[in-house]
């Protein structure tokens, strides 16, 4: 009985995997990316545990795919290349196709609609190995041309692979955005989200101020764009980041995949332990701010995916909305 306009985004694909007993992924430059090819399978029961533990949207395990980097880490060709980054989207099509078979009739009875594909477009940064994701430094030596050229190929391979939606994710910086908003209109069949990573409560990593850069993405007045976003972010900062974009709230969904509270350093360790409060607990919280796709990024697991799903429900039953 879930507002549909409401839905449940899955958790951290790679720390699924490292719990499935990938536990070399964390130091990997290619992070969950190598799976693609050595073990699709399990990637594929990843995304079925997300579904079976409630996600209406699963994404694809392309956030740090390129054609470059698997050249340079498989050695193997251009087109093999290509050929796993489309693996990336028809794997998690078909996971979400055998597990709609398997369910279809159990969800409906219990109001879930068929769950959703979105694309992971991960920032150029998460491509270059070093962290630079967390900073965003390298938009000040490209231009907005540049990233776009960058990301059109990548986003060329899956805008007609099946997918429903693009999730362009843990942008560091406002150019990086403004490119993706531009280059939609190459794809008039999708929608995208646009979700940023930030650095603290005001602030997205390089340094932008979040209400300024979600005003700037909303002038473009793209069709296209159906959400700004935040994930890869400590869930403290959500509240105070919604709070300061309340005059947005009717005119774009937020969609909000917080990590789980621990930090993930350029040196490739987490840091610090896991925020005491389960992200289930800010659920009321973010939805009295608007807050319409809730999930989780790094380290967040089937079973948290299916805590916020109840507390999402419960939010309306006792909301009494529909």
Sequence with gaps: ??????????????????RQGYDNLDNDPLWSCRLLNT?????????????????????????QASIESFIEHFTISEEEAVGLIKDGARIAIEA????????????????????LVAASIGPYGAT???????????VDTMSIEDLKAWHKRRIDLLADSGIDILACETI??????????????????????????????????????????????????????????????????????????????????????PNSGETWTAEHTWTGKASLKGLDEYVDDWMDLGATYIGGCCRVYPEDTNKIRSKMNQYFKLNNKT
Aim: charged share 25%; net charge negative; hydrophobic share 35%.
């Design 1 to 18: 009985d879930m507002n549909f306009e409401h839905k449940v985004l899955d958790g951290g694909l790679a720390t699924q995997l490292i």
């Design 39 to 63: 073990a699709p399978w399990a990637i594929k029961q990843a995304h079925l545990s997300f579904l079976e533990g409630g996600a209406d949207i699963i994404e694809t395990n392309t956030y």
């Design 96 to 115: 979400r196709d055998e597990f709609w078979r398997l369910n279809s009739e159990k969800c409906s009875r219990e109001g879930r609609q068929r769950p």
């Design 128 to 138: 270059l190995h070093d962290g630079s994701e967390y900073s965003g430094h390298y």
């Design 172 to 257: 560091p910086a406002l150019r990086e955005a403004e490119a993706l908003v531009r280059l939609l209109s190459e794809y008039p069949h999708l929608r995208a989200w646009i979700s940023f990573s930030c650095k603290d409560n005001q602030h997205i990593n390089h340094g932008e101020l979040f209400s300024d850069v979600v005003a700037k993405i909303l002038s473009y007045d793209c069709k296209q764009v159906l959400g700004i976003g935040i994930n890869c972010t400590d869930p403290e900062f959500i509240e105070p980041l919604l709070k300061s974009v309340q005059n947005f709230r009717d005119v774009t969904k937020f969609v909000i995949y």
